[in-house]
């Protein structure tokens, strides 16, 4: 248990899901307030540096999928960080989507660009886009249906759709991730279950590229990232400060957990057919 939610996995596609699992309403409501206990309320500012320092690392990857587009939505974009950076293709039309109100207003600041503040799931619009971006945000949301049509109606035909997410192995256990984050996090990909949900929703892998977890884990410019728990930051700081200290820690990771938790780079496309009619629904029996 943690914060008083269970994990549970599918033996089927190898989704890993908190139990109770909650309603999207009571998931967005979450987002904008940030009721949580032991969570750090990071001005946008904070939050900003923070997205510069991992998007430093891993924005060379999603600017090669956005080379020859002519729009991008940024989906949960955010102090706006990634927006920004993409201001280096003239040519694209860039939008963002971010539900917190001061990350938005922040966004907007330094972007100029549209920042809408709703639920993917309930954007609607005339236009579609070349590229759809999720960085770390596949976790929050909390229907695969609605994501998945969302991104379909949204996205041109030969259009792509850039995550950047985690996978885990199905033997993966409570220390492969150290903190898994719940309920912040409703749920964790396992390594066959984007295949699945490409099945269902009429999408290909076009690209998938893996590093092992404790590879990104253990780096200095991770530990200086603010996250939204007090005890974490100050502890990831005291940490990254110590000489040898993470090198240490990361050996005694691999030796202890293993190989079993991965942060890839995955870009999707649409298919012409839904191959399987399957549901791939957190909360329900499968």
């Known amino acids: 248990m943690e914060n008083g939610y269970g994990l549970r996995g599918c033996r089927r596609c190898e989704l890993f899901f908190i139990d109770p699992y909650p309603t999207g309403v009571e998931r967005h409501e979450k987002v904008l307030d940030y009721s949580y206990e032991d969570v750090e309320l ?8 923070g997205q510069k320092l991992y998007y430093e690392r891993h924005f060379p990857l999603i600017a090669e999928e956005c080379r020859e587009a002519r729009s991008v939505l940024d989906v949960g974009c955010g102090t706006g960080n990634l927006l920004e950076r993409l201001a280096v ?3 694209l039309r ?3 989507i971010e539900l917190n109100r001061n990350r938005a207003a922040f966004a907007r600041r330094i972007t ?9 799931e309930e954007f609607t619009s005339a236009e579609r886009f070349d590229v759809i971006t999720m960085v770390n945000v596949l976790s929050h949301i909390p229907s695969f249906d ?7 109606s949204l996205l041109q035909p030969n259009g792509k759709l850039v995550l950047r997410t985690s996978e885990m192995s199905g033997d993966a256990g409570k220390w492969s991730q150290l903190s898994w984050g719940i309920p912040d996090d409703l749920h964790f990909l396992g390594l066959r279950t984007l295949d699945f949900a490409c099945r269902k929703y009429g999408f290909t892998v076009s690209r998938r590229i893996r590093t092992i977890y404790s590879d990104e884990l253990f780096r200095t410019e ?3 990232e603010r996250g939204r728990s007090v005890l974490r930051n100050a502890l990831k700081l005291s940490v990254a400060k110590v000489p040898y200290v ?3 820690l990361k050996r005694s990771y691999e ?4 190989n079993k938790h991965y942060l890839s780079f995955i870009v999707l496309t649409p298919s012409s057919v839904h191959l399987e009619n399957r549901e791939l629904q957190p909360n329900l029996s499968s």
């Not at 990071?42 to 900003?48: F, G, Q, R, T, V």
């Not at 030796?255 to 293993?258: A, K, L, M, R």
């Open 42 to 49: 990071l001005d946008p500012a904070s939050s900003y540096a």
């Open 89 to 91: 293709f003239p040519h």
């Open 94 to 96: 860039r939008v963002g």
């Open 112 to 120: 100029g660009c549209e920042i809408h503040e709703m639920p993917f």
């Open 146 to 152: 609605s994501l998945f049509n969302a991104t379909r």
């Open 222 to 224: 991770r530990m200086r």
């Open 246 to 248: 993470l090198p240490a």
């Open 255 to 258: 030796t202890v957990i293993g």
